[in-house]
């Protein structure tokens, strides 16, 4: 089979499996449904091979299976063996929580690592960045960016206070007017992103037809 | 039976002291009540007590409260005056001794005792075993301790009010008690059963002197105890003593036939009572007010009579309470309704006899009957036997039918001729009424009825024969076997075990108008006993005579499928004649002989009928029914019977009572009464009962050491057991529950009638429910309901989006702007165009097939630039389709044509020298993070490229010299910002590749990670404008150009979702506004 003839397979069967999509228009049908399983199907199945091919065995190349490597180097190539086995481990209830020193690991180093570029990447910068807009001409993005960040988070907050005459605690007034325009904040960036999850998905959309139409048009036009 | 050696002394009349009391005070309780407020209640002894004066509203014990008891008149036998013949039986001789011959009754009975008809009783005394403590009130038992037993509430007195009340005086003021009554007796309703019981001895003057009581305190009393002063008071001791709450008794089962307290009615102090005890109090006033007379006709009924009898509604509303009220324990009894009465025996088919036309009658029926009318089969001139041409003795005047009691009519059910039974143990159980002087059943003028019990199945009637040489006599209808000795039962009624001794006083006039005279007994009467010399009959004989077998007793419920044993010489026809009863009709019709019963031949019932009768019975039956009926008939002739048919044994014993009562001897007591049970296995056990048994049993070590689960390995632990409850099934489809027997008789009776009855009626419902949960239902899919509006925007979108495609004329706006670009998106350009000729770029595919769309355009976009400029791509991914994505991507970039032209190459690009796409990097942001700190991580990256070959990038980790740019795309935000925080190389700049939707987020980063950003269709579009002219796609025809015509695509789609969505929150708007004004 030439690449070719796989070309024209793999174009129909893209057009069949958009119409199949598409169906869900009318309804949930057993077609949307088949056409979804494929997809993950397949997915999960190249991810599967790719894990395995791409860094297991790779990996055992390197380390284990190197007979030039250096012993430490082959004795840390077990670790990701012996980690992998508790992990295992953890669908047996008996021995489960030998299998919670490999959970650890992986929830330690990924917090760590995740906790460290959030600080140092994210929100370093950002607090920079705002307050470097404040000496600039655009001290009135930084201003609003200060005041949407901070009401913001004081919309996701509750602080009230009850008094003496009253039944039910009531949240401090101006914790009510910031929490109003955060609210105000989130709704926009909100609308925005939905926006543009729209502008993604129609420009997905079109680019699709339009490979579809090019290719009932050069098997239909010639 | 309570031991007339725990009688208190006072009732044998220890005291010495000769009693003393007003005569116009005291009540006469030697008399016969003359009404019932004349009845004194507690003896007469309790109103008497110092304590109780000024309680009750009795004027004859109202006094104004203990500490206006004149106590110094207590016992002053010199004032105290009255009818010492009125305390007589204070007085020894009124009571016989312990050791004294029990079996000799007493003759000091009080004249209203005789009057009312009733006999002493012949009572063994000596035989009757000791009642235990506990089953006596202790004040009766002369326990020490006083209101110490469980239940008993210390008298609401204080012990020091009760004045000078001394030992000595004691006797005095006990002995004036008044109201006593040997009738009120607490145990039997015989009054003339004496007791040997000792008075409490706190009542006694020596216990008095040695153990001290809470009467010790009327030591204290000052003076002597007036008796006047205590009239009444003596009536109201047994308020004190108990008990607003009621002492723990065992109470009989319904089927016993419960103790009746004759005549002692206590006058209840209202004040005392709660308001909930108050209430029931009046009501069962106002119900004995309008049923005065109703309750004088059930007084005459015996207990074991209403509860085994299944009467008809007019029976049933006069026997519905039918014991004697109870005032101290429950409260008013009102007629209990029809629905809860036990399924009535007499079907409907019967009763309408009468109604139905001989004509259609079956034809044996007619050749049996002469009698056109089948009304007289209800007629009781069919089970009459013929007179005696000459009877010995004078026929008792025959008693009209009026008066015969109501609720003797009402049972519907015709009695056969009966015969006197034999005289019966008057020592049966439960005070099983010793039925003499039965009523003559000789004359066909007479209404002959049969106790409705007698025909009931469950009662395990014996089979009835009949056959002269099997007739023997009835014993008791209730018989149960090892219940003890003879002198253990007991005859409520006194009627007493010698003939001799059966007055005509002792049975109810209207059952004795009844009894015809011992002579008349002959083989043609409707029943027969063993012992013939028995003058009257006896339905419920000596119940330790019936041989009650593990079988017998398991095939009570059975009794209609016994068979009855036909005459050895006498038709089929004849039986079913012989038989008047419905038993007997339905045991005919089925013909099953009975499993396992085993008979006692002493006591079998021996049914003769006549063929007289028989015909009688049968006039004017239908025809159906007689032919059902001789269908049936030959049925017994197809089933094999044994040579020698077992006698069947008279099941006396109900089936309830049969099923619940356990094999081993046990005793019961109660009310002073000690009886005695068999033990039964457990296979008598109800069929429910039993498999609950069985559900709940306990498996064995074994069992209980599971295998799986929790628990597995676990040496001793609980086993599991099933649900002991099933969840509830609906009740059954007729709503009534019925035994097997009586589900047998209703099919009989179906088939008689050709009643086509439900298949399933008597089945179990959770069959029915089992069929349908076995059958899976079929899920019916409930189709979606339709959305026109749905369709509307998917039409108006595929318009907008496909038709810039095909004309020109839906190019609506503007193209965008190529000449000036943003700073962020100018940046890209600028830095892509500053690359030479093999300098490497870093390019993260972080995008999937879904993102694909729209990313590929603008990653071919970049990636034609930077192979144009003569860079070298090293493309990698932490996302394994992008990956695959990238992969695919490069390879249609190293074999386009234009591409080539602009690099001046006749070759496609080769993997490996001219590009380099490396293999997932698994890990996300550690991965990404030990691209810059981990040497072994990059050098695995880098080594090996997606096809697995090596490459020749030696590259430890990532800096500022391995590549001059890094470019992620991703399509989310979560990829652009973990390449923001984790790959920071100084000197590295870095580019972001976006979707649409997260451009927003991604400007957040510009500036501090990355140096700009392209975004959308947008960027690609203008990017291709001004840096790969030469790359768009071209089209032959008509046809717009694509790139252009995805704009205008993606243009008039937004404008056309923008649209729609403001004029869809209008709508809602609006819909909104007229449902709040409405």
Redesign the interface.
């Known amino acids: 089979m030439t690449p070719e003839q796989l070309d024209v397979i793999m174009g129909w069967a893209g057009l069949v499996l958009t119409l199949m999509v598409f169906s869900y228009v009318i309804r949930d049908n057993f077609l949307y449904r088949i056409a979804v399983h494929v997809l993950i199907g397949a997915a999960a199945g190249y991810g599967a091979i790719a894990a395995i091919t791409n860094v297991i065995l790779p990996w055992f190349d390197v380390t284990i299976g190197n007979s030039d490597a250096a012993g430490p180097v082959r004795a840390m190539g077990l670790f990701p063996v012996i980690f992998g086995l508790f992990l295992v481990l953890k669908l047996l209830p008996r021995y489960a929580h030998i299998g919670n020193f490999a959970v650890l690991i992986l929830v330690g180093i990924g917090t760590g690592v995740a906790l460290v570029g959030a600080v140092i990447g994210t929100i370093i910068p950002l607090v920079g960045e705002t307050g470097r807009s404040m000496g600039s001409e655009e001290v009135g993005n930084g201003l609003l960016m200060v005041a949407g960040t901070i009401s913001t988070l004081i919309y996701f907050q509750y602080i009230s206070r009850q008094r003496f005459n009253e039944d039910s605690p009531r949240p401090v007034l101006v914790i009510r007017v910031l929490s109003t325009i955060g609210q105000g904040f989130i709704i926009v960036t909100l609308g925005a992103l939905y926006a543009g999850a729209i502008v993604t998905s129609l420009t997905i959309f079109n680019q699709l037809i339009a490979d579809q139409i090019q290719f009932l048009l050069e098997r239909i036009g010639g | 039976m309570s031991n007339f050696d725990d009688l208190p002394d006072w009732l044998k009349g220890d005291m010495d002291d000769e009693p003393s009391s007003t005569p116009d005070d005291q009540a006469n309780w030697t008399q016969p009540p003359s009404s019932a407020d004349d009845v004194p209640e507690h003896f007469g002894v309790t109103s008497a007590l110092p304590w109780r004066q000024g309680i009750s509203d009795d004027p004859k014990r109202q006094t104004a409260g203990l500490g206006d008891v004149d106590w110094e008149s207590l016992g002053n036998t010199e004032e105290a005056s009255g009818d010492a013949d009125d305390l007589a039986w204070l007085n020894e001789s009124a009571f016989p001794d312990a050791d004294a011959d029990q079996d000799q009754p007493t003759t000091d009975h009080p004249q209203w005792i005789d009057d009312a008809g009733f006999e002493e009783p012949d009572l063994d005394l000596a035989d009757l075993e000791a009642v235990s403590a506990e089953s006596m009130p202790d004040w009766l038992s002369g326990a020490e301790s006083f209101g110490d037993e469980a239940g008993f509430e210390e008298p609401d007195f204080d012990m020091d009010d009760l004045g000078a009340v001394n030992a000595e005086s004691m006797s005095d003021w006990f002995g004036d008690a008044e109201g006593f009554g040997e009738s009120d007796s607490l145990f039997f309703e015989d009054s003339d059963t004496t007791y040997d019981t000792p008075a409490p001895n706190w009542l006694d003057e020596d216990a008095l002197e040695e153990e001290p009581s809470p009467l010790r305190s009327l030591d204290e009393f000052e003076g002597e105890i007036d008796p006047e002063d205590l009239d009444g008071l003596l009536l109201d001791i047994e308020d004190d003593f108990a008990f607003d709450e009621e002492p723990e008794t065992i109470e009989p089962q319904s089927q016993e036939p419960k103790i009746r307290r004759l005549g002692a009615k206590k006058d209840v102090d209202e004040d005392e009572l709660t308001f909930e005890a108050w209430e029931r109090l009046q009501e069962q006033k106002e119900y004995e007010t309008d049923h005065a007379e109703e309750l004088a006709i059930q007084a005459e009924v015996p207990d074991w009579f209403r509860d085994n009898v299944e009467l008809g509604d007019a029976a049933g509303d006069e026997l519905a309470s039918i014991l004697i009220p109870d005032l101290e324990d429950a409260p008013p009894q009102t007629p209990a309704p029809q629905a809860e009465m036990k399924a009535d025996y007499v079907p409907e088919w019967f009763m309408g006899l009468e109604e139905q036309n001989l004509e259609d009658a079956p034809d044996w029926i007619k050749e049996a009957t002469t009698n056109t009318d089948l009304g007289s089969l209800t007629d009781i001139s069919a089970f009459v036997p013929p007179e005696p041409e000459q009877p010995s003795t004078p026929e008792p005047e025959l008693a009209e039918p009026d008066d015969v009691p109501d609720w003797f009519k009402g049972i519907g059910v015709d009695l056969p001729d009966m015969t006197t039974p034999t005289a019966v143990d008057s020592t049966a159980d439960f005070g099983l009424p010793n039925l003499t002087g039965l009523p003559d059943l000789t004359t066909s003028d007479q209404d002959v009825l049969v106790p409705d019990f007698m025909a009931s199945d469950d009662l395990g009637l014996p089979d009835l024969t009949a056959s002269e040489e099997e007739a023997e006599a009835v014993g008791d209808a209730f018989a149960f076997s090892d219940i003890g000795t003879e002198e253990q039962a007991f005859d409520f009624l006194g009627l007493g075990e010698d003939e001799d001794e059966l007055a005509t006083g002792d049975v109810p006039e209207w059952l004795r108008d009844y009894a015809p005279a011992q002579d008349q007994l002959t083989q043609d009467t409707a029943f027969q006993f063993e012992d013939e010399s028995a003058p009257e009959m006896d339905w419920l004989g000596d119940l330790s005579e019936v041989e009650f077998t593990d079988e017998s007793a398991a095939d009570f419920s059975d009794f209609a499928s016994e068979v009855p044993k036909p005459a050895a010489k006498q038709p089929d026809r004849d039986i079913l004649a012989g038989s008047g009863t419905l038993d007997e009709l339905l045991d005919f019709v089925e013909h099953t002989a009975p499993s396992g019963l085993v008979p006692a031949p002493s006591d079998r019932r021996v049914l003769a009928q006549q063929s007289q009768q028989l015909t009688d019975l049968f006039d004017g039956v239908d025809d159906d029914l007689l032919q059902a009926l001789e269908s049936a008939s030959e049925k017994p002739a197809s089933q094999p019977t044994s040579e020698a048919q077992p006698d069947l044994v008279l099941a006396e014993v109900p089936d309830l009572i049969a099923e619940l009562r356990p094999e081993e001897s046990v005793r019961l007591r109660a009310g002073g009464i000690e009886l005695e049970f068999a033990e039964q296995s457990e296979t008598h056990l109800a069929t429910e009962l039993r498999n609950l048994h069985k559900r709940t049993s306990v498996p064995s070590a074994s069992e209980s050491m599971p295998t799986s689960g929790?628990l597995s390995g676990v040496m001793g632990g609980l086993g599991i057991v099933g649900l002991t409850t099933t969840a509830g099934t609906p009740a059954s489809r007729t709503g009534l529950e019925v035994t097997p027997t009586q589900a047998t008789r209703i099919d009989a009776l179906a088939a008689i009638l050709e009643i086509d009855q439900p298949d399933d009626w008597q089945e179990d419902e959770g069959e029915a429910l089992a069929e349908v949960e076995a059958k899976p239902r079929r899920r019916r899919r409930q189709r979606?309901k339709r959305k026109p509006d749905?369709?509307v925007i998917?039409l108006l979108l595929l318009a907008a989006?496909?038709g810039p495609?095909l004309t020109d004329s839906l190019h609506v706006g503007e193209a965008p702007e190529t000449q000036e670009l943003g700073v962020d998106q100018q940046a890209v350009l600028t830095a892509v165009d500053t690359l030479e000729n093999q300098e490497r770029v870093l390019i993260a595919f972080e995008y999937?097939?879904?993102?694909?769309?729209?990313l590929?355009?603008l990653a071919e976009a970049v990636l034609r630039d930077v192979i144009r400029q003569g860079a070298v791509p090293v493309v990698l991914s932490t996302n394994?389709?992008g990956?695959?994505n990238a992969q695919n991507l490069i390879q249609e970039l190293a074999r386009d044509t234009a591409l080539l032209d602009s690099i001046e190459r006749d070759t496609p690009l080769e993997a490996g020298q001219d590009y380099y796409v490396l293999?997932?990097i698994?890990g996300?942001?550690?991965s990404i993070?030990g691209l810059t700190t981990s040497e072994?991580l990059t050098?695995?990256i880098f080594?090996?490229d997606?096809r697995?070959e090596k490459t020749d990038l030696d590259i430890g980790t990532v800096d500022a010299d391995d590549f001059e740019m890094v470019i992620i795309i991703g399509e989310t935000t979560e990829d652009v910002?973990?390449w923001?925080?984790?790959f920071?190389v100084v000197g590295l700049p870095m580019y972001a590749l976006v979707?649409?939707?997260?451009?927003?987020?991604t400007q957040?980063?510009v500036?501090?990670?990355y140096r700009g950003y392209l975004a959308?269709?947008r960027d690609t579009y203008r990017y291709n404008q001004l840096r790969n002219p030469k790359s768009a796609n071209e089209?032959d025809?008509d046809?717009p150009d694509?790139t252009l015509?995805?704009w205008y695509?993606?243009t008039l789609?937004?404008v056309m979702?923008a649209v729609i969505i403001t004029l869809g929150t209008l709508i809602n708007l609006l819909r909104g506004l007229r449902r709040r004004r409405a």
Do not use: C, H, K, W
């Open positions: 929790p979606a749905r369709y998917v989006l496909i495609f999937g097939p879904t993102a694909a769309g729209e590929n355009g394994p389709l990956a695959l293999r997932y698994s996300g942001a550690a993070r072994i050098t695995l080594s090996t997606s697995g910002r973990n923001a925080e984790q920071d979707t649409a939707a997260i451009e927003p987020l957040a980063y500036g501090a990670a959308g269709y089209t025809g046809l694509p015509s995805q695509s993606m789609g937004v979702v």
